[in-house]
């Protein structure tokens, strides 16, 4: 019997509307918020928080599915959720500022005020069946863990999840197991070529090494290693910073990167790139928050509204690692002209929608379908992800970027032991298994995206 196209696979999957979507208005500023429940299972749904100015409900039942799809990979066995909040956060300082640029305890203040009411808000599903973490514009150990602490009392974002997957938990059981992924996320991870005063944590490098061990373990399928690889790396927060390091590490280069932040106001697009492969330590050490140092700092580093720089040299690989939807048919024409063959997201639900569905069409359909914006994202995501599947191989997003899911999976298990080494091997682990089911007898050159959903999705 042929085996199922994975593309109608997921079309069926993300077109079924999901279990609960809460919906929220902020009566202190602009913020509107959604939490997604695609499904409730095994008492529970996970998914981080994300905030960034544009976010949509549609955006978070998306991030959603992509969780449950994750969530079949790397465990536990739960249900996908995910919070997107709509807020400029700068651009609310600026303005409480009076025009002028505004400090980070500004935006700190401002950031963590919105989240709090958001959090209180979700707070009776924090505390029972739904658990956070970081995500675009919400930081894991700055945010996430304090805000929810603060203001509903959590002991750690994740509590729900615990409380609902495992309900035969003793009290004794809970506090264990929360105080593992207290302990876990926050792990303190020694980088000897990367020192810094604060010191690094699995919360920052997990996503990043995972990044790379799923690349890592496409090339073994080839017979091939990562050293003398070129990368290209859209996104230079942690995921594309530690994505980028951990590359170096292993003898790859990376010949661009870009982020947020150019240009005088701060709102266009910073490139790096170097044909002979960037100093990537040096980057590092002179980031400017998630932003590439400034150009007049370091000779390579050009500010560039539109960001075309990123693709001027030949690379083998292309890590897209900053907002979901980047990735239209222009980036594939660019990506191929640079001899790109491998893409690995480091971000969620990396192809774009274009053109955008017309305002007002978010019309419920009959029966509880999906909405009609919903259908129309899903087809037209479609188009792109089945040209790109043609064209390059494609490590699926929910294996590249699971590692933050697989540590909040690993840390909450009975008896787990929480150290940096055994969370990164875990990662490294989980992922490989998932990448050898993936390329065990298939094309690596192409259509491992349309495999992956049919393995995968359910």
């Avoid at 996430?144 to 035969?168: C, N, S, Y």
């Avoid at 390579?300 to 040299?313: A, M, N, P």
Wanted: glycine share 12%.
């Amino acid at each position: 019997m042929p085996r199922e196209s994975g593309f109608a696979r997921y079309e069926s999957f993300f077109n079924q509307p999901p279990a609960l979507v809460v919906e929220w208005h902020d009566d202190a500023t602009s913020a509107k918020g959604w939490l997604c429940i695609n499904a409730l299972r095994g008492g529970a749904a996970g998914g981080g928080t994300r905030m960034r100015p544009g976010g949509t409900r549609d955006e978070a039942v998306f991030l959603a599915k992509t969780m449950q799809a994750k969530f079949n990979v790397c465990g536990p066995a739960i249900g996908g959720g995910k919070s997107v909040i709509d807020f400029d956060v700068v651009g609310a300082a600026r303005q409480a500022a009076g025009g002028k640029d505004p400090s980070h305890a500004q935006i700190k203040k401002i950031k963590h005020d919105v989240l709090s009411r958001w959090f209180k808000h979700v707070g009776p599903m924090l505390k029972s069946c739904y658990g956070t973490g970081g995500d675009v514009g919400v930081d894991e150990a700055l945010d996430t863990i304090p805000v929810t602490q603060k203001a509903i009392a959590l002991d750690h974002p994740q509590e729900g999840i615990v409380r609902g997957h495992f309900p035969r938990f003793t009290p004794v059981q809970f506090k264990k197991s929360i105080k593992q992924l207290q302990d876990g996320v926050l792990a303190k991870v020694v980088l000897e070529d990367l020192k810094r005063r604060a010191p690094w944590t699995i919360a920052d490098v997990a996503t990043g090494w995972g990044v790379v061990c799923a690349l890592r373990a496409y090339y073994a399928a080839k017979g091939e290693t990562l050293e003398g690889k070129r990368a290209i790396i859209e996104g230079f927060g942690a995921v594309g910073g530690f994505t980028a390091y951990y590359l170096n590490q292993l003898g790859a280069k990376v010949v661009a990167v870009s982020s947020a932040g150019g240009g005088a106001d701060r709102r266009g697009i910073r490139v790096a790139a170097d044909p002979d492969g960037l100093d990537v330590l040096a980057l590092l050490r002179h980031r400017e928050d998630t932003s590439l140092p400034s150009p007049s700092t370091n000779p390579h580093v050009q500010d560039s509204q539109g960001g075309q720089r990123l693709f001027y040299f030949p690379a083998d690989i292309f890590v897209p690692a900053a907002i979901s939807h980047t990735i239209g048919s222009r980036t594939l024409d660019q990506l191929e002209a640079c001899q790109v063959k491998v893409i690995a997201p480091g971000s969620n639900n990396p192809f774009r929608i274009t053109p955008p569905p017309p305002p007002g069409s978010m019309v419920e359909g009959s029966g509880g379908a999906a909405s009609l914006q919903l259908r129309e994202m899903v087809a037209n995501m479609l188009v792109r992800m089945r040209q790109a599947d043609q064209r390059f191989a494609i490590v699926p997003d929910f294996i590249a970027n699971s590692g933050m899911a697989r540590t909040f999976a690993y840390c909450m298990k009975p008896g787990a032991k929480v150290s940096d080494a055994a969370i990164l091997g875990d990662i490294r682990s989980s992922i490989e298994k998932a990448m050898k089911k993936l390329t065990a007898g298939a094309d690596l050159n192409r259509g491992l995206l349309d495999r992956a959903y049919s393995m995968f999705l359910d």
